[in-house]
């Protein structure tokens, strides 16, 4: 982080937790960042889909999780259901993938580790992804798949998601009625699809994976002409008053950065209980390589907390 970085000013703030970079991870992230270098920017459209589904399926699977498929709310995907999981609460995660990639199978070891962490059962659907089922064909189900959810008697509900996941969780959040969900733990989430963030210039060359015309594509094939700045579309620009708690994780090497601050920023002002958390040296969805990364096995713990600590309040009072 150079001295010069607009970022320096979230970083003082209280509602934004720092984590430096271990020496083991720094080790980690060099190899990394060598093997991805000539790929970056490279995987664009459809046909990216199994290639996405490839990597993403890397992660270790935890012990002590079943996994079976369901429809919840007439939405396909995937229970993650850790042995002793009390059956009167869930996490909802949407999984990540830009709008036009990613699956609920794809998705199982990682939100078995969430699920895992939190000692709570989640369940990831297989949202309608673009072109195919622009925008708000993802959000529909999203919305959909709570309300499936909470027919089935639940006694508390928080919702998970990561990259444009994150964006749908915390688009259910904002437009959910009071009581609905618990909580929101989202990891690098798309709040701002204008792209207006300065970590889309600052934290360009620092990022491996990603480039903003890349990025313009996966965008536009998801809008497909809608408004970026439409609050339905754009969580950043939703109002925020009144929401649950909410923790965001973010890499200080992502260009979606500023998408995290600028969100936790305008949550505070609103009087929502938020906090981000920024990891130095970590790309978009470091938490996929859990035991491998210190920075990923720290971030699920952080996340396993906090989920079991809104679930159990609900459940208690």
Not at 44 to 69: E, M, S, Y
Not at 97 to 103: A, E, R
Not at 263 to 281: I, K, L, M, T
């Amino acid at each position: 982080m150079s001295a010069a970085s607009p970022a320096l000013a979230f970083f003082a703030e209280p509602w934004c937790a720092t984590h430096p970079l271990t020496a083991h991870d720094r080790a980690v992230m060099t190899q990394v960042r060598a093997m991805a270098e000539p790929q970056k920017g490279q995987m664009r459209g459809v046909a990216a889909r199994p290639t996405f589904d490839a990597l993403i399926q890397h992660t270790t699977a935890p012990d002590g999780v079943t996994w079976r498929a369901d429809r919840v709310g007439g939405v396909h995907g995937w229970w993650c259901e850790p042995v002793s999981a009390p059956a009167d609460v869930a996490i909802l995660h949407l999984h990540g993938g830009w709008f036009n990639w990613g699956s609920a199978e794809a998705y199982h070891h990682i939100v078995g580790q969430i699920a895992r962490s939190a000692g709570a059962k989640a369940f990831v659907p297989d949202y309608r992804l673009a072109p195919e089922h622009p925008f708000p064909a993802g959000a529909d189900d999203a919305r959909a798949c709570l309300d499936g959810l909470l027919d089935l008697g639940l006694r508390a509900v928080a919702v998970t998601g990561d990259s444009a996941g994150g964006n749908l969780a915390l688009g259910l959040l904002a437009s959910a009625q009071a009581g609905r969900l618990v909580g929101a733990a989202v990891l690098s989430p798309v709040t701002d699809l204008t792209l207006s963030g300065e970590s889309w210039t600052g934290r360009a060359e620092a990022d491996p994976f990603f480039v903003r015309d890349q990025a313009e594509g996966l965008i536009n094939a998801y809008l497909a002409g809608h408004d970026p700045a439409d609050p339905a579309a754009s969580p950043l620009f939703s109002g925020l008053a009144g929401l649950p708690p909410v923790r965001v994780h973010v890499g200080d090497d992502e260009v979606l950065r500023d998408d995290s601050l600028n969100y936790v920023q305008r949550a505070v002002a609103a009087g929502v209980d938020a906090q981000v958390d920024v990891w130095a040296g970590m790309p978009h969805g470091f938490l996929g390589s859990v035991g491998q990364l210190d920075a990923a096995d720290a971030e699920l713990a952080l996340l396993g907390a906090f989920l079991a600590q809104r679930l159990s309040t609900v459940r208690a009072g």
